[in-house]
């Protein structure tokens, strides 16, 4: 039997910290004897499947993988001020919003490992979605992580999987 899934009890912030703090020296370690490009390409796409799965597990979770349910759960990522968004549009049919201030790209900045905010982070937006539902695709141009004045998301629904 699997344990129940406690950790949204600490936020997600603190999560990503404690996972940074694991994941930078695992990586460095591993690039001594490997290609650090090939490591860090390696680490992308498992925290992607990763998130692909929390994404499946989040719309059982909800029971319909809806725009109005993925809304909803964005207070996972913005708890303890994590993000502060300027929502731009909400319809059943589509959520987009700003992000404003990203305290994920601050934390990591903060210890030194800005280069892999984005892997660690932002890398997981896209997969997530696509594991919460086939229908809604993420769009987003630009993120504070990579240096732009804020992050834009769009999400919007699809007639069919292979739609945008």
């Known amino acids: 039997m699997t344990p129940p899934d406690t950790l949204n009890t600490i936020g997600v912030l603190t999560r990503r910290e404690i996972e940074a703090r694991l994941l930078a020296p695992l990586i460095d370690s591993f690039a001594q004897t490997n290609d650090r490009a090939q490591v860090i390409a390696t680490v992308r796409d498992t925290i992607a499947e990763i998130a692909r799965t929390q994404g499946a597990e989040m719309a059982r979770a909800y029971g319909e993988a809806t725009i109005a349910n993925f809304a909803d759960s964005l207070k996972l990522w913005t708890k303890d001020d994590a ?48 594991g919460f539902s086939a229908d809604i695709r993420l769009t987003r141009t630009q993120t504070i992580m990579e240096g732009a004045p804020f992050c834009d998301f769009r999400y919007r629904m699809v007639d069919s999987p292979t739609d945008g």
């Open 83 to 130: 993000l502060v968004i300027d929502v731009i549009e909400q319809s059943p049919t589509a959520f987009g919003f700003n992000v404003t201030r990203c305290r994920y790209a601050e934390l990591y900045s903060a210890l030194g490992l800005a280069e892999l905010g984005a892997v660690f982070s932002c890398n997981r937006d896209a997969a997530l979605i696509e």
